[in-house]
């Protein structure tokens, strides 16, 4: 059974920074794509970003563009996501997603997801 932990949530100023951390287990992490959705209270859920099984090809969401990093590191089973110049409007739940299909080249939209973590930005 598949079990992601996101942390490293919480309430920033504009222009700060905060770096979401997921913790994978439960399958061989390093075969799957992961990525990073997030939800506005009203919303639908988005995405941010991914990143194949090998960690060479990523994608982003064009807000994220320039301002969000995301990052595996497989030997500890976990997906990041550095997000820095924060605006109000990135304040959502920011949930981890990790494909269902080994090696794809991009997530898909079969995912698990964890259960999210919370990034609050005051102007």
């Known amino acids: 059974q598949v079990q992601l932990v996101e942390s490293g949530g919480g309430l920033v100023q504009a222009g700060g920074s905060l770096r979401l951390s997921c913790a994978a287990s439960?399958?061989?992490?390093?075969?799957?794509?992961m990525g990073w959705f997030r939800q506005a209270p009203g919303n639908e859920r988005e995405f941010v970003a991914s990143?194949?099984?090998?960690?060479?090809?990523?994608a982003y969401a064009d807000f994220a563009k320039g301002r969000f990093t995301i990052s595996r590191d497989n030997a500890k089973n976990t997906l990041s996501l550095q997000m820095n110049s924060l605006k109000p409007g990135d304040t959502a739940v920011y949930f981890c997603?990790?494909?269902?299909?080994?090696?794809?080249?991009?997530?898909?939209?079969?995912?698990?997801w964890g259960q999210g973590t919370q990034v609050a930005v005051s102007s």
């Open positions: 439960g399958r061989t992490f390093h075969h799957y794509a």
């Open positions: 997603a990790a494909d269902t299909k080994p090696y794809s080249p991009v997530i898909s939209s079969s995912v698990h």
């Open positions: 990143i194949n099984w090998s960690g060479d090809n990523r």
